[in-house]
């Protein structure tokens, strides 16, 4: 009877929660068959779920035993596990966790299960909220905060319970370990009794599924929020301030896991408000946290008006401070070095810190990529940066290598993404928005994994029944289309809208959502207006970064600087990111570079064509509701597709005075 209930609150038909088929993500409910689970005679949350999520979702053998069992392996690595067939092994807790539901997965998507070992890439591998306590959320497309609410009344209820267990579910079923519920733009307020009381009830739900919480707090909180005269974090009171706050918070929450700080950042105060270092501010919190085994995750998301190139002044300002950080703080570094572009080169910080924690924040929210109109599975844009070799400890030192400990001793090591769910009944807005949560959670305990396989499993788990996977038809004719479609989506987003390293040209009218390369009122800060990233003009458009120009090729280690810095070698991907060049350049292709521009907008409205014919002949293996939803959503992206290749290339054509390929669907 338990269990029965059990089942039924996950499914939320109790709480009237997200019970249709599709809004449950990719942990549909399955016909199991009986399995008798023998765990550690200790009993805990942690363990009960493990042996739930068995009992709930068991296809293998009717009736077999499997095993969840502690041991002391050092083969296994953090929360990883060992699986065979008799069951799961691992070092801790959350371990049987992730190896019950990896048994689980294994078995839905068909696979079989060997001896293997699963060890995740990163210690911590979190989702970052940019909810604010009214409940809205910054860059949030699916709906208000599933966490806070414009109301300030505090009741946590039922209804919250469930979903934020439902949620925590979701995470640790790819592995997630830690949310930080609240936006990077923080308010003091979250530091208060009345919040950090809500944030005691969350962690309360999160716990049973091995997710920890964190907050993101503001740095001038000692002043704002405890009356201090200054926050300067050498001045003794802030100090105590700090100790005193850290203290309370895990009175409430004793494994809480943290602070996120965008400190000296778009306006948010920090220690250069004081004349001091990022190390001054970053370390003052580390040290209030480290007796309670706390994490600071210090965001190097910074630049200025004054700096003439935005790409380079984290970098500038990080690199000097080297060596200067306490051992639990790791430096967030966005993938690139503006901010969550269609694409970006790795930002230079990775590889170049090597004496201090470095860790890549990934935005799964699409804030540049078509929010949650445009279909864009990201896991390919992360692999690439993942992938990216830095060449800073010799070739081979890729961005995953220089994160994940492998390449430099560090203490702690972690991956971060930008949630993108809300209270909308799909979580994300998009329903395949959810494979970004998916992919991201995936790739965070596995930063080797290949993009095509997240997306086979992914489309498994969200469309598949068992007797689909079973038939071929629905291989050749859902799977393998679907996986193309989902693999080639975000190369078509980069054609359609900023092909060739064009960088910062949307609408900031629209929030970001479609062109404006012309976009900047007067007034306006010259970076954040899209000329000062195009710099389109009668000479040719783009942004010189060469030795000639800003230099921030200089911040990649050779071979990278000198290949980056000639155009004749420079990748055509980032070519108008590191180049300023003339019409008719004549591009590998043997095109001219206009003629390119073209074509590339036009290919990226012919591929989005193409997804929808693939969706059309989908028909048949979706549900009705996500059918309709899906197509309609695509034919918007169409839209918005025509919208950027034709409104980019009539602003450009201003400046190069050439004529629109024949071969390119003249605009409208
Ligand atoms: O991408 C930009 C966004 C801001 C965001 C900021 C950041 C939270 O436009 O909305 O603020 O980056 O990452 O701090």
Request: net charge neutral; proline share 6%.
């Amino acid at each position: 009877m338990k269990k029965i209930l059990f089942s039924i609150c996950l499914l939320g038909t109790v709480s009237g929660l997200r019970a249709e088929d599709g809004h449950q993500l990719w942990l549909r409910p399955h016909a199991s068959v009986p399995v008798k689970v023998v765990g550690p005679a200790k009993s805990s949350a942690l363990l009960a779920t493990a042996r739930q999520e068995l009992q709930q979702g068991w296809q293998g053998t009717a009736g077999a035993t499997v095993t969840l069992k502690l041991t002391k392996d050092k083969a296994i690595k953090y929360d990883g596990f060992r699986l065979n067939a008799q069951g799961v092994q691992a070092n801790t807790e959350r371990g049987l966790l992730y190896g019950a539901f990896g048994l689980l997965r294994r078995q839905q998507t068909g696979q079989a299960v060997a001896e293997e070992i699963s060890n995740p890439s990163y210690e911590y591998r979190l989702l970052n909220h940019w909810d604010n306590p009214d409940g809205s959320v910054e860059r949030g497309y699916a709906g208000q905060s599933i966490f806070w609410r414009k109301d300030s009344s505090f009741v946590v209820t039922g209804h919250d319970r469930a979903l934020w267990q439902q949620y925590a579910r979701a995470n640790a079923s790819v592995g997630l370990n830690g949310a930080v519920i609240n936006n990077v733009n923080s308010s003091p307020l979250m530091l208060s009794a009345a919040y950090l009381a809500r944030t005691k009830a969350i962690a309360g739900a999160l716990r049973p599924y091995g997710v920890r919480v964190y907050l993101a707090v503001k740095f001038s909180s000692p002043a704002l929020l405890g009356g201090l005269k200054t926050s300067d974090p050498l001045d003794p009171a802030v100090i105590k301030w700090w100790h005193a706050k850290v203290k309370e918070v895990y009175q409430q929450i004793p494994d809480f896991g943290g602070f996120v700080v965008k400190a000296s950042s778009e306006g948010q105060p920090g220690p250069q408000d004081y004349g001091r270092t990022h190390a001054d501010g970053a370390n003052l919190l580390a040290d209030a946290l480290r007796p309670y085994g706390g994490l600071v995750m210090w965001r190097a998301f910074v630049y200025s008006p004054s700096d003439k190139d935005r790409a380079k002044q984290a970098y500038n300002e990080f690199v000097p401070l080297d060596g200067k950080f306490l051992d639990n703080v790791i430096i967030q570094v966005k993938n690139g070095p503006i901010d969550f572009q269609p694409r970006e080169p790795f930002s230079p910080l990775f590889g170049a810190l090597k004496k201090t924690a470095v860790m890549p924040e990934f935005q799964i929210t699409q804030e540049y990529l078509g929010q949650a109109i445009d279909l864009v599975f990201l896991a390919p844009m992360w692999q690439e940066c993942l992938r990216s070799d830095t060449h800073q400890a010799g070739p081979g030192s890729t961005v995953a290598r220089c994160t994940d400990g492998s390449v430099y001793a560090q203490k702690h090591s972690a991956m971060a993404g930008v949630s993108n769910v809300g209270l909308d009944t799909n979580w994300t807005g998009h329903d395949f928005a959810q494979a970004n949560w998916y992919a991201f959670g995936r790739l965070a305990w596995n930063n080797q994994l290949d993009s095509r396989q997240i997306a086979d499993e992914w489309l498994k788990l969200t469309f598949g029944t068992a007797a689909q996977l079973a038939a071929a038809d629905w291989d050749a004719h859902f799977l393998a289309p679907m996986t193309q479609l989902l693999l080639a989506s975000r190369e078509a987003a980069v054609n359609y809208s900023m092909p060739l390293g064009l960088h910062h040209i949307m609408s900031a009218t629209h929030g970001h959502y479609g062109p404006g390369p012309w976009w900047g009122p007067p007034g306006m800060r010259a970076d954040w207006t899209p000329p000062y990233y195009h710099q389109a003009a009668a000479n040719g458009v783009g942004f010189d970064r060469t030795t000639a120009g800003s230099n921030a090729v200089s911040q990649y280690h050779e071979p990278l600087a000198a290949e980056f810095n000639n155009p004749a070698t420079c990748p055509d991907e980032y070519l108008l990111w590191f180049h300023h060049l003339p019409w008719d350049f004549k591009m590998k292709s043997g095109r001219t570079l206009w003629d390119e521009l073209a074509l590339h907008y036009d290919h990226g409205v012919r591929q989005v064509r193409q997804f929808q014919q693939t969706w059309d002949a989908a028909r048949p293996y979706v549900d009705a509701e996500r059918f309709a939803v899906v197509q309609n959503k695509l034919r918007t992206q169409s839209g918005n597709a025509v919208l950027w290749k034709d409104a980019c290339l009539l602003y450009f054509q201003q400046f190069s005075h050439l004529p629109i390929p024949a071969e390119v669907e003249p605009p409208m």
